[in-house]
């Protein structure tokens, strides 16, 4: 990964990939709300070649990954309020 733009604690851009497998970009936005703060979370990225692309259509379960990400994130977070 490789940072391409941070503006903390609202905004983080990093660029993602494996030369030859994938490449991608992910970013992270948070804005404060009446009644905490609002993570939203964008990924895109792009498979290269056709065992990429086959790989990642048979065993990539995106919206797992999303699931899975949002509840480690939750965890993190809740850990951190409780001053751990």
Sequence with gaps: ??????????????????????????????AETGRGVTGTFTETSVALGLVPKVMRALFVDGQALI???????????RRRAAGG
């Design 67 to 77: 699931e899975r990400y949002s509840a480690q994130a939750q965890a993190e977070l």
């Design 1 to 30: 990964m490789r940072v391409l733009e941070s503006r903390p604690p609202t905004r983080l851009v990093l660029q993602t990939g494996s030369p030859g497998r994938f490449e991608g970009r992910y970013v992270a936005e948070f």
